[in-house]
């Protein structure tokens, strides 16, 4: 299990390498292209509905071709997607590119999920979703260093192409690892019971105030990132690549912040861990706000990334807890699929508000989500607690 468990950890490093770059850079990108401002939250929206899809279909895919197969097809999908980013010459072809970029990621992030959730301890999901921060910080850091080189942005998409390219090759050599007795239980396992529909899962009890705290926590962390490098450079005065660094912090906040969490996560509930996050987004979406020093008010970027760590990967690991191992698979892809609606709608709204009125709204746009997210999680779980005294 330790093995393949390394192998889930590369995959998710190579799921967060994308994630965070095109916000990080779209300030140069759009002046290159001539493209408007609110056009990357069109692109983004594009990517995430290809990851809504994929993961609606999760389980059929792994079902018929397999966790291994699914696997490398997803990241060389992702691979060729940046290799095509790094030629674009025209802002049409972000949307082009944007589909297998999305596609390639949806289906095994649920896949994936599920089977950590069922088979692994709290700690465990935290650490991989780290894995995702090391990607997602890794991202914004390497276009940065190529930001001011000949070949600029594109160099970047370039290099971070060929990392993932070069983890498609280590997938592919340890594909024999993906047939082993671990593996062959698990898909026993779904042998051997009926397996829970889409629409099975969203009529059960609860399932859709789960499926609101995806939604308005995928919110609140892509808006993040997508957004915070314009905000700074727009509302605060700062310079593009410095700006690109800030947003690789609030990455690098997320990746410690699951660091820690997943040792919390020994001694706290996921409930709790859930809570405490929301409470110090809140916190870090308030340092915004405030008239502070651009430095001290940047700040709130790892202060948000620090919040919104704990809460994705306890979120999903309580899945089986809440619902039965049975339905999880359905109701993660369900899962799945509303997180990534949140990032799909959220970015582009808060995109056309901004051209609208200013960037300014950033941090009001952002408490706004995490207090839907925080009520529909708190209402979830004095229902779950309910159902299980009144057992």
Known sequence: MTTLLVIIYIAFISLGL?????????????LDLSAALGLVGYVA???????????????????????????V???????????????????????????PLGLGAGSIDAALNNFVALHYKSMHMNWLHCFWGVGATAGPLIM???????????????????????????????????????LRSSKGTQRDSKVTTNREAFG??????ALISFVFFSVTETTTGLWSSSYLVGVKGMAATTAARWTASFYAGITLGRLLSGFLSIKMKNSVLIRLGQLVCVFGAVLLILPLPVTVSALGLIVIGL?????????????PNRFGSRA???????????????????????????????????????????????????????????RERSE
């Open 204 to 209: 059960l009890p609860n399932v859709k105030l």
């Open 73 to 99: 097809t997803s990241v060389a999908m992702t691979a060729i997607a940046l290799l095509g980013y790094s030629f674009v010459g025209h802002a049409a072809f972000l949307f082009l590119l944007a589909i």
């Open 144 to 182: 940065s260093a190529f930001l001011l080189q000949a070949g600029g942005w594109r160099t970047g998409y370039l290099v971070i192409a060929a990392l993932q390219f070069a983890l498609v090759v280590v997938l592919l050599a340890s594909m024999k690892l993906w047939d082993g007795k671990e």
């Open 307 to 319: 919040g919104t760590a704990p809460i994705f990967p306890a979120m999903l690991h309580e899945t």
């Open 18 to 30: 994308p994630d965070s770059v095109l916000g990080s850079v779209w300030p140069v990108i759009r």
């Open 45 to 71: 929206m594009t990517i995430s509905a290809g990851t809504v899809i994929s993961s609606l279909l999760s389980n059929r895919l792994v079902s018929r071709f397999g966790t291994a197969k699914v696997t």
């Open 328 to 386: 999880s698979g359905a109701i993660m892809g369900l899962q799945m699929a509303l997180a990534y609606s949140g990032g799909t709608f959220g970015s582009p709204l808060f995109g056309a508000l901004a051209s609208a009125t200013s960037l300014k709204l950033l941090p009001f746009f952002l408490l706004a989500a995490i207090s839907i997210m925080f009520i529909a999680s708190e209402l979830l779980n004095k229902r779950i607690t309910g």
